[in-house]
């Protein structure tokens, strides 16, 4: 087995258009490492509007001149330190930076929660309520006044104000996170030792896998008739029922080390020049859908009926894009960099031998090899514009290229869960698997 691997690896890398394509992605994947590091040096490491930094003006009701003189007072303050966010910002101050961001963020969660939220169907506003106090505890930040019962001078459930609940509670947290683990801030496009795999996968590997393997391997009958080798194997003793399994190992070996041997000595190289620090780096997920079956459905229930914010309304959160609806998901939760990066790794094994079988069935099936290699790239095409990444659509649960941004399915991007998404690729694995064995066995010798 060992010695046919062997064999069927050097085989494949003699070859040009191997060698061709395996040059074409180191240089598509490079000239995308460079313009996202050169993006990330203009781009906000946290792009949240100044307005949404700053307390709302409020109105106030039956308050004594003591208190409203004194939360007015409280609101400028906060103001003012919002204001100084920016300036920290500029000046790359992080844990200044940092501990503004958990002040501001917990004073608008603390504004908006004065009045108890007597609407079950806000349940996901104050999620994360009791980490917030012990944030406010530990870092001795601002407190809202108590006497909640007076405090009514802050708008009624079904307004803007509570609307903006999650994504305080969210900036706040991750906040905290940078500050704990003595972070600096990323970007959306920032390039590291931690961030290779993930830029990489949403930026070039969603599509570019799947070319890569129609490219390599949709004349793969054809090579196999043209140099005899199909006769000429099959008459080694036993080779014929197994020969499958060791073509498959050996071509699946291959891939793997194209897509992943690069990100690796990528990561390497950059972990050297930079350290290795931001595998621990906060990322917003869909938690529940990894280990459950959560759907990311971006809905919020006010006074009972669906009420959607314009999805326009879009902010970074390090490494990940978000909407104010978004926010709003009780699914999502931090989890660190370091793990997204193996449930991407693990996924995309998944999707590379569901693109590897299928090419490989649609070579032994179809005898023109031109005419498989249209149809092979006519499917992978249609099945990835049939699935957009936000799409409610339940069909598109069994459409395989639904997963093929892992990163995406796994931060919520995707309406779809992750655990899912693995149980699929598995499914369309096993299958494939199966049915190759048996169209090999009987087109082998045709």
């Known amino acids: 087995m060992f010695k046919f691997m062997k064999f069927e690896i050097k085989r494949n890398l003699k070859k040009s258009q191997v060698k061709i394509l395996i040059g074409l992605l180191l240089i598509c994947e490079l000239v995308m490492l460079v313009v996202l590091n050169n993006k990330a040096q203009i781009e906000d490491v946290f792009s949240l509007s100044q307005g949404s930094m700053e307390v709302s003006?409020?109105?106030r009701f039956n308050l004594p001149d003591s208190k409203r003189k004194y939360i007015e007072k409280q609101i400028e303050s906060v103001n003012n330190k919002g204001k100084f966010f920016e300036y920290y910002k500029e000046n790359k101050q992080w844990k200044k930076m940092y501990i503004t961001g958990m002040e501001v963020y917990c004073y608008n969660v603390d504004m908006r929660t004065s009045i108890p939220i007597k609407s079950q169907s806000t349940f996901d506003y104050t999620n994360h309520e009791k980490e917030l106090k012990q944030i406010q505890k530990k870092y001795k930040l601002t407190r809202v006044p108590p006497n909640p019962k007076e405090c009514t001078w802050f708008q009624p459930v079904g307004t803007a104000g509570y609307e903006m609940i999650p994504t305080y509670q969210q900036g706040a947290r991750y906040f905290e996170r940078l500050y704990r683990n003595e972070l600096s801030p990323l970007c959306y496009s920032s390039v590291?030792?931690?961030?290779?795999?993930?830029?990489?996968?949403?930026?070039v590997l969603f599509l570019g896998i799947p070319i890569l393997i129609v490219l390599l391997f949709f004349n793969v009958r054809k090579n196999y008739h043209d140099d005899g080798l199909d006769k000429s194997l099959m008459v080694i003793p036993?080779?014929?029922?197994?020969?499958?399994?060791?073509?498959?190992?050996?071509?699946?070996?291959?891939?793997?080390?194209?897509?992943?041997?690069?990100?690796?000595?990528?990561?390497?190289?950059?972990?050297i020049k930079s350290g290795f620090q931001n595998f621990k780096y906060p990322i917003l997920a869909n938690v529940d859908g990894i280990t459950g079956f959560s759907f990311s459905r971006i809905k919020d229930f006010v006074n009972g009926t669906q009420h959607c914010i314009s999805k326009n309304a879009m902010y970074n959160v390090g490494l990940t894009y978000y909407s104010t609806e978004m926010a709003r998901n009780p699914y999502l939760d931090y989890t660190t960099l370091g793990i997204v990066i193996i449930l991407t790794v693990v996924m995309l094994i998944l999707l590379i031998g569901v693109y590897y079988q299928f090419t490989f069935m649609v070579?032994?099936?179809?005898?023109?090899?031109?005419?498989?290699?249209?149809?092979s790239l006519f499917v992978i095409v249609g099945l990835y514009f049939l699935s957009p990444l936000g799409s409610l659509n339940m069909i598109n649960i069994i459409n395989p290229l639904t997963y093929r941004d892992p990163t995406m399915i796994i931060t919520g991007t995707s309406s779809f869960p992750y655990s899912i998404g693995m149980i699929v690729l598995l499914i369309y694995n096993v299958l494939l698997f199966v049915l190759n064995r048996k169209v090999f066995n009987e087109n082998y010798y045709e």
């Open 192 to 203: 590291d030792s931690a961030t290779v795999l993930i830029q990489l996968s949403r930026n």
């Open 363 to 375: 070579s032994y099936l179809i005898k023109n090899a031109y005419i498989g290699l249209f149809i």
């Open 57 to 59: 003006a409020l109105t």
């Open 238 to 271: 036993g080779l014929k029922n197994k020969f499958y399994i060791y073509k498959f190992t050996s071509d699946f070996i291959l891939i793997l080390g194209v897509v992943f041997v690069p990100i690796l000595i990528f990561s390497i190289i950059l972990g």
